[in-house]
């Protein structure tokens, strides 16, 4: 959560543009019909049907102040009936998700447990939905050598998928080599070492690169208009870890306009869960 005083989109729009997100690229119909899904299954179970008229409100300001244009006709309509015959563009799912999740996190409340709640619930259900639609072969825990193997590969095949896809224009990179320094400490962590820390009930970390994510200037912009964003594909990569048994995040003083937009870094914090509390 960050902290200080909210700001008006108007006014984040202004301080942090980014220029290379006004030349857009497509978005492939796979990753527009799971993720379109995932959002709007789970904004039914916070806002009415009529609150899509905030939805609508927010796209046009949203376009007119960080894409200096009108959205196109029908663009909300068609996302709304996933009808992705038409191709839809980075710029087109950066405003709707921004709209449909600053809707969504204004009926939540202030309450940043739920609006948290609600970023992970998305995420579960487009995992879920890519999980099956790449035939990802999962271990059920991350208990040896050999389930870790699978639990990389598993993580390569959702980056490539994003890539392919368009959610990341260039890049995807999930390492487990780690070394940086991070709150006044030195992190040195060699891939082969995490089955151990894990099992010994210690963290492990891993680095998460993203070439030029679609949403990041609609994250920074909902992190700093309503202190939350959504973080599309690190709400689904912690799903994949939660059925894998671990809990795993980005380190909670992430702050998306500290980094530049050809290279999002997230340092990320893993341990195993007890299977217990399953």
Not at 2 to 22: C, R, W
Not at 108 to 116: K, L, M, V
Not at 123 to 144: E, T, Y
């Amino acid at each position: 959560m960050i902290h200080g005083v909210m700001k008006s989109l108007a006014e984040v729009a202004e301080e942090q543009p980014y220029p290379d997100y006004q030349a857009w690229w497509p978005l492939g119909a796979a990753f527009l019909s799971m993720m379109q899904q995932a959002v709007k299954t789970t904004w039914r179970e916070v806002c009415s049907e009529n609150e899509i008229e905030n939805v609508v409100r927010y796209t046009t300001e949203y376009f007119k102040l960080v894409y200096h244009k009108a959205p196109r006709e029908n663009l909300n309509v068609d996302f709304h009936a996933q009808n992705f015959i038409s191709r839809f563009f980075s710029g087109e799912f950066d405003a709707l998700s921004y709209a449909y999740f600053r809707s969504a996190f204004e009926a939540i409340g202030n309450d940043t447990s739920g609006r948290r709640k609600f970023t992970q619930v998305v995420g579960r259900r487009f995992f879920n939905a890519m999980k099956a639609h790449l035939s990802l072969d999962m271990p059920a825990g991350l208990n040896s050598a050999s389930d870790f193997e699978r639990l990389k590969f598993a993580i390569d095949n959702l980056g490539a998928f994003l890539v392919e896809e368009g959610y990341l224009r260039d890049s995807f990179a999930f390492t487990f080599n780690v070394l940086i320094h991070h709150q006044g400490k030195k992190i040195e962590q060699n891939e082969t070492q995490v089955p151990g820390l894990l099992e010994a009930g210690n963290t492990a970390y891993a680095l998460y690169r993203m070439g030029y994510p679609v949403i990041l200037p609609s994250a920074v912009y909902l992190y700093h208009t309503v202190g939350e964003a959504q973080h599309h594909s690190s709400r689904t990569i912690e799903e994949l870890f939660k059925q894998v048994n671990c809990k795993a995040s980005e380190t909670a003083d992430f702050d998306p306009a500290g980094y530049p937009a050809d290279e999002v870094v997230e340092l990320w914090e893993i341990d195993k869960l007890i299977q217990e509390n399953r």
